[in-house]
């Protein structure tokens, strides 16, 4: 167990050590979830009161497109050279590098969102934290089942003929529930709406994750076994 | 290979009576009229294309743990007819919702979670059409086959709870089947079975053929 825990600690030190040195990931990342918040602002009449209920989705989409190109970047990153294939090849438990992965990610992407977030709410003049501070837990929760089956994933699809093209058409569609829960819980946030409302969202966020994370926990050295 | 022409054969006869049940036994439906009969072939594909992709599931657990090819042609044959079925079920909903709700969609639990489903699974034969290696092929879209599969019902529940937030604007019609309607439904749902594992015999047996031949071919002729 010790030994498990600090190998997906040596991954992500590893990871955030190349970050600081390249900030290739995290920029990228947070230019493109910018300009999705701004572009997006183009469906609005300018200060229409009706964008309330909708700009949850907004925020939801800017994290998970922005995110997409991240791990893609991410992983791209981790084949050249064939870092991977070596990583795997070492004598450590293969799905302790795995989660490695999936925890670098994840504080990438909540990087970003640290920066996003505040613009956000900037430029469309809501508080997201105005009933409670239940927005933080939905980011995190929502963050880290995209992260989990994302690094999933954008392991999958570098290894294809089309690369990166192929996470979005496999990710996007697994993850309905996150997006569908996110945007639930950000619309009754957003509107000051009764916070207990949004509990059974995040309970399936919460099975979302902890059913994912223990169905990869159990199948990842198969997958990845020569 | 008996058994496979006795398949065929009984896949046929099924068929015919499918069809001789929907279009003559069956009554025309008093209120749908004969745009109900689209439902015998519309519930049948529903079931083959869930049951399909069941299939693709439990075999892929079985390319993963015990790294043989044949579940892979079963589990990429399988996906395969699958979403054919689930094509069906996509095109033949909207041909009987328009006459009968008003609108070719709407975003009912079943549907958009059989519309996600197809997505899914056109993933995964993408997936597979990009991937050269055999064992990774095999091994990846294993992964996918078992991660989609588990996804669908916690889709299926997100959406079912996002509508009954809003209201449901659409009251669902069904319920009270006559007898003879629920007869012939069985009769096709089970000739659809029939062609379900008739075309999986096929095409698994076809994928075997074409994995030993391009064995043979990569060692020059040399078996």
Known sequence: MKNYLTTVFNIVEKDLLLELKSKEVVVSMLLFSLLVVIVFSFIFEPGAAYKDNLVGGILWMAIIFSGVLGLNKS????ITGGNLNALLLAPVDRSAVFFGKVFSNFLFLIIMEIITVPIFMVFYNINIFANSFMSIVVLALGTYGFAVLGTLFSLISVKTKTREIMLPLLLLPLMIPIILAGIQCMNIYILGEDVTESYKWLKLIGAFDVIFTAVIYAIFDYIVEE | MKLSALIDVLTFLAVALGLYFAFIYAPVENVMGPVQKIFYFHVASAWISFFAFFVTFICSFFVLFTNKYIFDD??????????????????????????????????????????ILWFIYVGYLMLRKFLDEEDKRAKFSAALGIIGFIDVPIVFFSIRWWRTIHPNVLQKGGGGLAPEMLTALFVSIFAFTLLYVMMLVKTSAIKHMFRRYEKIASNKGEI
């Open chain 1, 75 to 78: 992983m791209l990153n981790e």
């Open chain 2, 74 to 115: 079963v589990a990429s044959g399988s996906a395969e007819i699958g979403i054919i079925f689930c094509t069906i079920v996509l095109i033949t909903g909207p041909i009987w919702a328009k006459p009968i709700w008003g609108t070719w969609w709407t975003w009912d639990p079943r549907l958009t979670t059989t519309l």
